[in-house]
Nanobody, 126 residues
Framework: QVQLVESGGGLVQAGDSLRLSCAAS????????MGWFRQAPGKEREFVAA????????YYADSVKGRFTISRDNAKNTLYLRMNSLKPEDAAVYYC???????????????????WGQGTQVTVSS
């Protein structure tokens, strides 16, 4: 079992940057692919970014490509999301999620992830 705890959210102005962190418990973090998703009020949870278990492959939603960077430090059991040039439409609760490395399903689907954190709020003022 993997427990995930997000941090780093907050209130920023448009154009600012934030770095989210996701601390994972357990000794199997390095054998899990990881993802970031977000959910705005009244909307479905949507894919933001994902990274393979060794960090060699990354995937991004078109809406964040070029502005957000996902990374991981397996020695620290921590996942990161660096968010630059934030826009009001980026405001949401951001969740990290994990899935075993052997899963072959789409990185973009919430259904392909087994464990979820409680989320961290990101608010962007215009």
């Amino acid at each position: 079992q993997v427990q995930l705890v997000e941090s780093g959210g907050g209130l920023v102005q448009a154009g600012d940057s934030l770095r989210l962190s996701c601390a994972a418990s357990g000794r199997t973090f390095s054998r899990h692919a990881m993802g970031w998703f977000r959910q705005a009020p009244g909307k479905e949870r949507e894919f933001v970014a994902a990274i393979s278990w060794m960090g060699g492959s990354t995937y991004y939603a078109d809406s964040v490509k070029g502005r957000f960077t996902i990374s991981r430090d397996n020695a620290k059991n921590t996942l990161y999301l660096r968010m630059n040039s934030l826009k009001p439409e980026d405001a949401a609760v951001y969740y990290c999620a994990s899935r075993p490395a052997y899963y072959s399903g789409s990185y973009y689907s919430t259904k392909e992830y087994d464990y979820w954190g409680q989320g961290t709020q990101v608010t962007v003022s215009s």
